[in-house]
């Protein structure tokens, strides 16, 4: 019988009205009781009911303004245990309805109390660990949150029956999911009302075992007529343990750059078994004392020792000194020690409870809470206690803690087939992930939802927050049959914690609905965020100041990684029209990595406060540059007393290339080197490098001032920025038709630098650095090459060049690991990446190969490239720093220009690039470059009518702008470059021409950035077969006198490879402190 689409409508009508009479009537009926069977069945603040004496009247520190109920205490197991629980009742207006959701930690051995006390509870303990503060996205304000501290023996929980004669708690993966479902029978015993709501059972790390097992004793409860029944719905498990945690990590860490290429192929030769991007096989179970066991354990170690915070690994590390990391590490995953657990516990040294541990062990604390007070010490995780002992033998310090936990894991093996096992009897799944976490990895959640082979419902899209009017990316999100697989873009192990905001909405659209998919697409069903809503990001601070700057506790709200949104500035490239000659070949035949040379060096200005103004001026007026010395620079602080110039270069064919020179700040700036730096595009303003990344001043977000940049990079050297090619920024012509060549750039570039040395005649034996970033990445090599050539031929003046720096270039081996790039951090499905790879037969992976991969955007390979890459740009990811939000168009106006871009007829070389402008905002260096007053002190041509920073962009703006619906009324419309870019394919030999003519050479990557990413820059230092005379090792940063990851370094016969962990493209601006550091040590050195 067919069934009309009215009929279809009438028929969901009914459904809907039928449940919503069946909730009404219950409500009603619950109403119309006897006032005793009422209120035995109601919450009522009387005590009529079994629970009534757990309720807490007052909690110590508690702020005021919070009214909902508190309950704690004991829920007493037949086995003679005591399982200790807290009990937030929901904050909305009808709690009685509400489902009630339990939340577990994991470890084993971690109390859930510290869970609900630091994640997701309504209260939060602050650093002094005797105050409260609200949670404004606690699980409570549509929930009834349950913690209970399990296995008995963790925080509170205890039992004379169930220790040893050695006073050890003894569990194991069965006994805890018996004993939890006989709390849970006994807490829907104490709280009767509750009994007939949803249930949903959620947890974190090792609860990937305790909710599945645990559920499952659920069902078999039920389903034996055990009372009271429990009515159980769903099962959630964030960054849970399973089959497939453990090999995948190695893929984690070799794409996120924590280790390099020897160590992830020698991982691989020992495991022949290793599955790379497929969940398919069964589980690799390692073995650690066989071959691959051991090599996986060294890989392990080098990550453990380095500091990296592998429960984020974008965030700072709190706890012991570098020394006692290495001392506890070797000791630990040294065969005889005795520990199950050989690679887990070196993790908590990046982790500090003090806080908690302070609070839920004050006298006042415990008798609130109605905790038994002869239990000695509480502690937020009984493994880490006997870890803490530890710790003191090798630190040679008493610490008195509690006694541990005998754990038995036995399960975490067998996790997915319980997953179906719990399907098979109704109950829904949500498998969640942050996806910078290394513990439990989001590869390893993905793989095992993807091994059971279950019905797609729904592809995998993005989900999205609100921030200020515009959406940005929360992560992506699959629906199976009756289970759901979502990433949280940039949250850690503890999801809650890291993204409280996005957990949230996690929590009421993915955990809480009964059915999974809403009526709007995931992209469209958004959280409206604003500037002023208190999120991880919003109290981080957005000035060039280092984030977290290692505060006490890593783990905290205010130090999670800085995902400020809206504040950088950045300039996209595009051509104007359609390109003739070498340039429609460029066009037509670019590799994927056209899109870094297109994108990647378009510059972000931070926009920040600071407020001051004055100068003051000294200088000789005996040399041809002193007229250039800037005098009253608009906005400039008072603090900031070295000289600044700029001016004019003129070149031999009409050119005029604008310069900016900020003298070294040392007390010998007469002989530091002469660094220069190039921004890219090709088209990208050096200027505005300058004034947002490196520069001794930085644009405020004002548009009218300046601040001082502690991290300026003229502290030791002398600055030097050329707006390069002629045509961008100031620099400028006669004939007012500009076009450029990679060659014409770099002999350009060449005979400006021998203008400046003219004006600056006492620099001109100094040593000379040429460095820049993105399409940097061929402007430095072919402006160094020049400089040797000139030099060979004996031009005057001779220039004492010593080494080129390129930091996040575009280089031959840019393109394809960007789909490597993506998959791994979590960004393209396991079908799109297979797509890629089944179209790019010759598509390498961890593997360079000899020459690089060209691809033709007209075939198969290239369409599915911009098919697979176009998706994250409408996912609104900021390709510049994945992890940082984005700032600019709505998505309409994002998926207008896109459409219009991938159109064939469009003739834009660059298919995937502009649409990138949306993430950035760099208003505020375009307000300020363009004042008069500005324009006058720094001596450029009146004639020039607009400054730009990116002389293609303009362009394309201009086209685009009534499509996207943004006034750029301030770009210019006078003047365009046009870019032929021949020598992209051709970096590394220039890499080695420069190193066989004693140019040494450092290649740095941030390690965020997917436009230049970080891979396609190791592939192509490993391409030139260099002599390695340093082995990969991590470099440090002290910060408050903890030595934290700068990221990790190799050094080959002249050649120094090196990341910044978490930096995206822009790496001064987005890790000042990191990049200061960086340019001492490997940069000046």
Same mark, same amino acid.
């Given at each position: 019988?067919?069934?009309?689409?009215?009929?279809?409508?009438?028929?969901?009508?009914?459904?809907?009205?039928?449940?919503?009479?069946?909730?009404?009537?219950?409500?009603?009926?619950?109403?119309?009781?006897?006032?005793?069977?009422?209120?035995?069945?109601?919450?009522?603040?009387?005590?009529?009911?079994?629970?009534?004496?757990?309720?807490?009247?007052?909690?110590?520190?508690?702020?005021?303004?919070?009214?909902?109920?508190?309950?704690?205490?004991?829920?007493?197991?037949?086995?003679?245990?005591?399982?200790?629980?807290?009990?937030?009742?929901?904050?909305?207006?009808?709690?009685?309805?509400?489902?009630?959701?339990?939340?577990?930690?994991?470890?084993?051995?971690?109390?859930?109390?510290?869970?609900?006390?630091?994640?997701?509870?309504?209260?939060?303990?602050?650093?002094?660990?005797?105050?409260?503060?609200?949670?404004?996205?606690?699980?409570?304000?549509?929930? !009834?949150?349950?913690?209970?501290?399990?296995?008995?023996?963790?925080?509170?929980?205890?039992?004379?029956?169930?220790?040893?004669?050695?006073?050890?708690?003894?569990?194991?993966?069965?006994?805890?999911?018996?004993?939890?479902?006989?709390?849970?029978?006994?807490?829907?015993?104490?709280?009767?009302?509750?009994?007939?709501?949803?249930?949903?059972?959620?947890?974190?790390?090792?609860?990937?075992?305790?909710?599945?097992?645990?559920?499952?004793?659920?069902?078999?409860?039920?389903?034996?007529?055990?009372?009271?029944?429990?009515?159980?719905?769903?099962?959630?498990?964030?960054?849970?343990?399973?089959?497939?945690?453990?090999?995948?990590?190695?893929?984690?860490?070799?794409?996120?750059?924590?280790?390099?290429?020897?160590?992830?192929?020698?991982?691989?030769?020992?495991?022949?078994?290793?599955?790379?991007?497929?969940?398919?096989?069964?589980?690799?179970?390692?073995?650690?004392?066989?071959?691959?066991?051991?090599?996986?354990?060294?890989?392990?170690?080098?990550?453990?020792?380095?500091?990296?915070?592998?429960?984020?690994?974008?965030?700072?590390?709190?706890?012991?000194?570098?020394?006692?990391?290495?001392?506890?590490?070797?000791?630990?995953?040294?065969?005889?020690?005795?520990?199950?657990?050989?690679?887990?516990?070196?993790?908590?040294?990046?982790?500090?409870?003090?806080?908690?541990?302070?609070?839920?062990?004050?006298?006042?604390?415990?008798?609130?809470?109605?905790?038994?007070?002869?239990?000695?010490?509480?502690?937020?995780?009984?493994?880490?206690?006997?870890?803490?002992?530890?710790?003191?033998?090798?630190?040679?310090?008493?610490?008195?803690?509690?006694?541990?936990?005998?754990?038995?894991?036995?399960?975490?093996?067998?996790?997915?087939?319980?997953?179906?096992?719990?399907?098979?009897?109704?109950?829904?799944?949500?498998?969640?992930?942050?996806?910078?976490?290394?513990?439990?990895?989001?590869?390893?959640?993905?793989?095992?939802?993807?091994?059971?082979?279950?019905?797609?419902?729904?592809?995998?899209?993005?989900?999205?927050?609100?921030?200020?009017?515009?959406?940005?990316?929360?992560?992506?999100? =699959?629906?199976?049959?009756?289970?759901?697989?979502?990433?949280?873009?940039?949250?850690?192990?503890?999801?809650?914690?890291?993204?409280?905001?996005?957990?949230?909405?996690?929590?009421?659209?993915?955990?809480?609905?009964?059915?999974?998919?809403?009526?709007?697409?995931?992209?469209?069903?958004?959280?409206?965020?604003?500037?002023?809503?208190?999120?991880?990001?919003?109290?981080?601070?957005?000035?060039?100041?280092?984030?977290?700057?290692?505060?006490?506790?890593?783990?905290?709200?205010?130090?999670?990684?800085?995902?400020?949104?809206?504040?950088?500035?950045?300039?996209?490239?595009?051509?104007?029209?359609?390109?003739?000659?070498?340039?429609?070949?460029?066009?037509?035949?670019?590799?994927?990595?056209?899109?870094?040379?297109?994108?990647?060096?378009?510059?972000?200005?931070?926009?920040?406060?600071?407020?001051?103004?004055?100068?003051?001026?000294?200088?000789?007026?005996?040399?041809?540059?002193?007229?250039?010395?800037?005098?009253?620079?608009?906005?400039?602080?008072?603090?900031?007393?070295?000289?600044?110039?700029?001016?004019?270069?003129?070149?031999?064919?009409?050119?005029?290339?604008?310069?900016?020179?900020? =003298?070294?700040?040392?007390?010998?700036?007469?002989?530091?080197?002469?660094?220069?730096?190039?921004?890219?595009?090709?088209?990208?303003?050096?200027?505005?490098?300058?004034?947002?990344?490196?520069?001794?001043?930085?644009?405020?977000?004002?548009?009218?001032?300046?601040?001082?940049?502690?991290?300026?990079?003229?502290?030791?050297?002398?600055?030097?920025?050329?707006?390069?090619?002629?045509?961008?920024?100031?620099?400028?012509?006669?004939?007012?038709?500009?076009?450029?060549?990679?060659?014409?750039?770099?002999?350009?570039?060449?005979?400006?630098?021998?203008?400046?040395?003219?004006?600056?005649?006492?620099?001109?034996?100094?040593?000379?650095?040429?460095?820049?970033?993105?399409?940097?990445?061929?402007?430095?090599?072919?402006?160094?090459?020049?400089?040797?050539?000139?030099?060979?031929?004996?031009?005057?003046?001779?220039? !004492?060049?010593?080494?080129?720096?390129?930091?996040?270039?575009?280089?031959?081996?840019?393109?394809?690991?960007?789909?490597?790039?993506?998959?791994?951090?979590?960004?393209?499905?396991?079908?799109?990446?297979?797509?890629?790879?089944?179209?790019?037969?010759?598509?390498?992976?961890?593997?360079?190969?000899? !020459?690089?991969?060209?691809?033709?955007?007209?075939?198969?390979?290239?369409?599915?490239?911009?098919?697979?890459?176009?998706?994250?740009?409408?996912?609104?990811?900021?390709?510049?720093?994945?992890?940082?939000?984005?700032?600019?168009?709505?998505?309409?106006?994002?998926?207008?220009?896109?459409?219009?871009?991938?159109?064939?007829?469009?003739?834009?070389?660059?298919?995937?690039?502009?649409?990138?402008?949306?993430?950035?905002?760099?208003?505020?260096?375009?307000?300020?470059?363009?004042?008069?007053?500005?324009?006058?002190?720094?001596?450029?041509?009146?004639?020039?009518?607009?400054?730009?920073?990116?002389?293609?962009?303009?362009?394309?703006?201009?086209?685009?702008?009534?499509?996207?619906?943004?006034?750029?009324?301030?770009?210019?419309?006078?003047?365009?470059?046009?870019?032929?870019?021949?020598?992209?394919?051709?970096?590394?030999?220039?890499?080695?021409?420069?190193?066989?003519?004693?140019?040494?050479?450092?290649?740095?990557?941030?390690?965020?950035?997917?436009?230049?990413?970080?891979?396609?820059?190791?592939?192509?230092?490993?391409?030139?077969?260099?002599?390695?005379?340093?082995?990969?090792?991590?470099?440090?940063? !002290?910060?408050?006198?903890?030595?934290?990851?700068?990221?990790?370094?190799?050094?080959?016969?002249?050649?120094?490879?090196?990341?910044?962990?978490?930096?995206?493209?822009?790496?001064?601006?987005?890790?000042?402190?990191?990049?200061?550091?960086?340019?001492?040590?490997?940069?000046?050195?």
């Amino acid at each position: 019988m067919k069934l009309s689409l009215v009929g279809l409508c009438a028929a969901m009508l009914l459904v809907v009205a039928t449940i919503v009479t069946q909730h009404a009537s219950r409500i009603s009926a619950l109403r119309t009781s006897s006032s005793t069977e009422f209120a035995a069945m109601t919450p009522s603040a009387s005590s009529d009911f079994p629970g009534a004496g757990d309720q807490i009247d007052h909690l110590p520190g508690q702020p005021e303004g919070y009214a909902s109920r508190m309950f704690s205490g004991y829920l007493p197991l037949e086995n003679g245990g005591n399982a200790f629980y807290f009990f937030a009742e929901s904050q909305s207006t009808q709690p009685e309805l509400d489902p009630v959701v339990l939340w577990l930690n994991g470890g084993p051995g971690a109390s859930s109390l510290v869970g609900c006390f630091t994640e997701n509870g309504p209260l939060l303990v602050n650093d002094d660990g005797h105050t409260l503060r609200k949670n404004d996205y606690s699980w409570n304000n549509k929930a !009834n949150l349950l913690c209970i501290e399990s296995p008995v023996g963790v925080g509170y929980s205890w039992s004379a029956a169930k220790r040893t004669a050695l006073g050890v708690y003894v569990s194991d993966d069965l006994a805890q999911a018996k004993d939890l479902y006989d709390a849970l029978q006994k807490f829907f015993g104490k709280f009767p009302w509750l009994r007939e709501n949803d249930f949903i059972i959620s947890g974190e790390s090792y609860g990937g075992v305790y909710v599945p097992t645990t559920a499952r004793a659920i069902v078999q409860g039920n389903g034996a007529n055990i009372l009271p029944k429990i009515n159980l719905k769903k099962f959630a498990v964030g960054n849970g343990v399973n089959e497939f945690s453990g090999i995948s990590v190695m893929l984690f860490a070799y794409y996120h750059g924590l280790i390099g290429t020897e160590d992830y192929q020698a991982v691989r030769t020992a495991c022949p078994e290793y599955k790379e991007s497929t969940a398919s096989g069964s589980f690799l179970s390692l073995n650690m004392t066989s071959s691959c066991g051991q090599a996986v354990v060294r890989v392990l170690t080098t990550i453990f020792q380095s500091h990296i915070n592998s429960y984020n690994v974008y965030a700072q590390c709190a706890g012991l000194p570098l020394d006692g990391v290495e001392k506890i590490t070797a000791h630990y995953l040294s065969p005889t020690n005795g520990f199950s657990h050989p690679v887990g516990n070196p993790l908590s040294l990046c982790l500090n409870n003090t806080d908690t541990s302070t609070y839920f062990n004050l006298p006042e604390v415990k008798a609130a809470l109605h905790a038994n007070t002869s239990l000695g010490t509480w502690s937020s995780a009984v493994l880490t206690d006997s870890f803490v002992k530890l710790i003191s033998l090798v630190e040679k310090e008493d610490l008195d803690t509690r006694a541990t936990l005998s754990y038995t894991s036995t399960l975490k093996s067998t996790v997915t087939p319980i997953w179906r096992e719990l399907l098979a009897a109704g109950v829904k799944g949500v498998i969640y992930h942050g996806d910078v976490d290394i513990v439990c990895d989001f590869m390893s959640g993905q793989w095992a939802v993807e091994s059971m082979e279950l019905r797609r419902k729904s592809p995998r899209a993005p989900w999205m927050v609100n921030a200020s009017g515009v959406p940005q990316s929360a992560g992506f999100v =699959e629906q199976f049959e009756g289970l759901t697989f979502l990433t949280v873009k940039g949250a850690g192990h503890m999801v809650p914690m890291w993204k409280p905001a996005e957990a949230s909405e996690m929590l009421k659209r993915f955990i809480l609905q009964r059915y999974v998919l809403g009526s709007r697409p995931f992209s469209q069903a958004i959280l409206n965020l604003t500037n002023d809503t208190p999120m991880a990001w919003s109290k981080i601070n957005t000035s060039v100041q280092p984030s977290g700057r290692c505060a006490r506790k890593e783990r905290s709200r205010e130090e999670a990684i800085p995902l400020t949104g809206g504040t950088g500035q950045h300039q996209p490239l595009t051509t104007k029209h359609r390109l003739a000659g070498p340039a429609r070949r460029y066009a037509q035949y670019g590799a994927f990595f056209l899109v870094c040379m297109a994108l990647g060096n378009l510059m972000v200005f931070q926009r920040q406060s600071f407020d001051g103004i004055a100068v003051e001026s000294s200088v000789e007026e005996d040399h041809p540059g002193a007229a250039d010395q800037i005098i009253g620079m608009p906005g400039l602080p008072e603090d900031y007393t070295a000289r600044v110039f700029s001016g004019y270069l003129p070149l031999n064919n009409g050119g005029q290339a604008f310069y900016f020179f900020a =003298e070294s700040q040392s007390a010998k700036a007469e002989e530091d080197p002469v660094l220069l730096w190039l921004n890219g595009g090709p088209g990208a303003s050096s200027l505005a490098g300058c004034f947002s990344e490196n520069g001794p001043l930085l644009v405020n977000d004002d548009g009218e001032t300046l601040r001082v940049n502690e991290y300026a990079w003229n502290k030791r050297a002398n600055l030097l920025c050329i707006e390069s090619p002629i045509g961008v920024g100031f620099s400028y012509n006669t004939s007012g038709v500009y076009s450029a060549t990679d060659l014409s750039q770099a002999d350009d570039l060449y005979e400006a630098l021998q203008q400046f040395f003219v004006k600056f005649p006492w620099l001109l034996k100094n040593e000379l650095v040429v460095s820049g970033e993105s399409y940097g990445g061929v402007y430095v090599p072919t402006t160094a090459r020049a400089i040797v050539e000139g030099n060979k031929k004996g031009d005057q003046p001779k220039l !004492n060049l010593k080494k080129f720096v390129v930091g996040n270039g575009v280089n031959e081996f840019t393109g394809l690991s960007s789909v490597l790039f993506a998959y791994y951090h979590g960004f393209i499905s396991t079908d799109d990446y297979n797509a890629v790879r089944n179209a790019c037969p010759d598509m390498k992976e961890s593997s360079p190969s000899a !020459n690089g991969m060209s691809v033709d955007l007209s075939e198969d390979c290239g369409r599915t490239l911009v098919t697979t890459l176009s998706s994250l740009m409408l996912a609104h990811i900021n390709m510049y720093d994945v992890y940082r939000r984005c700032a600019g168009a709505p998505m309409d106006g994002v998926r207008a220009l896109i459409s219009e871009i991938l159109q064939p007829q469009s003739g834009y070389p660059h298919p995937l690039g502009n649409p990138m402008v949306m993430c950035l905002n760099y208003s505020s260096s375009e307000v300020y470059f363009n004042r008069q007053d500005v324009r006058t002190a720094m001596h450029t041509n009146a004639d020039i009518e607009h400054w730009t920073n990116d002389a293609l962009t303009s362009v394309v703006v201009e086209r685009m702008a009534p499509m996207i619906g943004i006034d750029y009324r301030s770009i210019a419309r006078t003047k365009y470059l046009e870019y032929s870019g021949l020598l992209k394919q051709e970096v590394t030999p220039l890499w080695r021409y420069l190193l066989d003519h004693g140019v040494q050479g450092v290649i740095y990557h941030g390690d965020a950035d997917m436009m230049c990413d970080l891979i396609g820059g190791l592939w192509a230092v490993e391409s030139l077969q260099l002599p390695r005379e340093v082995a990969r090792k991590p470099w440090f940063v !002290n910060m408050d006198g903890v030595d934290q990851s700068g990221g990790f370094v190799e050094q080959f016969a002249n050649l120094t490879y090196l990341t910044v962990k978490g930096a995206g493209h822009m790496v001064p601006m987005w890790k000042p402190v990191e990049a200061e550091v960086m340019l001492e040590r490997f940069i000046l050195n």
